[in-house]
């Protein structure tokens, strides 16, 4: 299935609107991921956990998209965004949200 940002494909036609799909996915920090992330704020550097939580958050939202789109009949995804949350008590969850129109193409 093409995924893409753009509201068209280069070389395609949309003959089919399938509608709005959306995938979210929240994923929990633990105690001591936000430890060792603090630590970084400090000392400088990258967070590899927090890192590895938001590509597994985005994967997750990804396929589910692509599920619901492929339960609409669709080909393909257009005009994806991608939004990125920290939501929970003391902003203890990552969230990522994606939405996009699932098309047919010719």
């Known amino acids: 299935m093409i995924i893409t940002t753009t509201n068209s494909i280069e070389g ?3 003959s089919q609107y399938c509608g709005v ?3 979210e996915a929240i994923m929990g ?3 001591f991921k ?3 992330a603090s630590i970084r704020d400090v000392v400088g ?3 590899g956990s927090y890192e590895a939580e938001l590509t597994k958050a985005r994967r997750i939202a990804f396929e589910e998209i692509e599920r619901e789109a492929s339960m609409l009949g669709a080909d ?3 005009g994806v965004d991608l939004d990125y949350e920290v939501v929970g008590q003391n902003g203890s969850m ?3 949200s994606i939405s996009g129109t699932a098309v047919k193409l010719n």
């Open 12 to 14: 395609k036609t949309v």
């Open 21 to 23: 799909v959306i995938g």
């Open 29 to 31: 920090a633990n105690v």
């Open 34 to 36: 936000d430890l060792f």
């Open 45 to 47: 550097g990258r967070s």
């Open 76 to 78: 393909a995804i257009i």
């Open 94 to 96: 990552l969230m990522v």
